[in-house]
């Protein structure tokens, strides 16, 4: 069964900071990997899917890169509604659907 | 523009069912699977299960077989799921979520969700 492992667990950043977000994968996977944000008391928003595609809408600023085992989601430079809880989550053989333990944006 | 509606709080005991819906709109409903996705108190995202709309072919987590069934009400574009068995771990909000392409044979990420359902179990 894969594991995603999501790093670092919190980012504590200031607005107008990039932040490097990490999710790696306990084997060798294709593509599908996806990344989704999450503000409190709301629903999953899908940001990036098939690890660098950005969905329609979503700022230029988000971006995601990686194969193989290791995948990074980038925020080039962070705005105020931007902080908020990340996760990635892999499209594979099984589970059909894994999610990474998250990494929580706070605002330092 | 697509919509998914969730039924609301559901409070059982241990041991208990519960079936939680989410009515589908904005779209043909036959041609999208749904997965249902929960979140604990605090916690993060775990996927639970899917169903393929098109040809009733379901996906359950390992942890969730023998007490979940997905099952589907095309006539009111209505997806269900029951989970069986409770325990006090299974309280958590449980978010339906439509695939984001059509006529998948896997449940993949998603565009559309629903806002959630919260289900707490408690003696």
């Known amino acids: 069964e894969i594991v995603l492992t999501q790093s670092p667990a919190t980012l504590s950043l200031s607005p107008g900071e990039g932040a490097t977000l990490s999710c790696r994968a306990s084997?060798?996977?294709?593509?599908?990997l996806a990344w989704y944000q999450q503000k409190p008391g709301q629903a999953p928003r899908l940001l990036i899917y098939n690890a660098s595609n950005r969905v329609t809408g979503i700022p230029a600023r988000f971006s995601g890169v990686g194969s193989g085992t290791d995948f990074t989601l980038t925020i080039s430079s962070l705005e105020p509604e931007d902080f908020a809880v990340y996760y990635c989550?892999?499209?594979?053989?099984?589970?059909?659907?894994?999610f990474g333990g998250g990494t929580k944006v706070e605002m330092k | 523009q697509v919509q998914l509606v969730q039924s609301g709080t559901e409070v059982k005991k241990p041991g208990a069912s519960a079936k939680v819906s989410c009515t589908a709109s904005g779209y043909i409903f036959r041609n999208y699977g749904i997965s249902w996705v929960r979140q604990a108190p605090g916690q993060g995202l775990e996927w639970v299960a899917w169903i393929s709309v098109y040809n009733g072919n379901t996906q359950y987590g390992q942890k969730f077989q023998g007490r979940v069934t997905m099952t589907t009400d095309t006539s009111t574009s209505t997806v269900y799921l029951e989970l069986g068995s409770l325990r006090s771990d299974d309280s958590a909000i449980y978010y339906c979520?439509?695939?984001?392409?059509?006529?998948?044979?896997?449940?993949?990420?998603?565009?559309?969700w629903g806002q959630g359902t919260l289900v707490i179990v408690s003696s």
């Open positions: 989550q892999l499209r594979n053989n099984w589970p059909p659907l894994a």
């Open positions: 084997q060798n996977v294709s593509g599908h």
């Open positions: 979520a439509r695939d984001s392409l059509p006529l998948s044979g896997a449940p993949m990420h998603s565009q559309s």
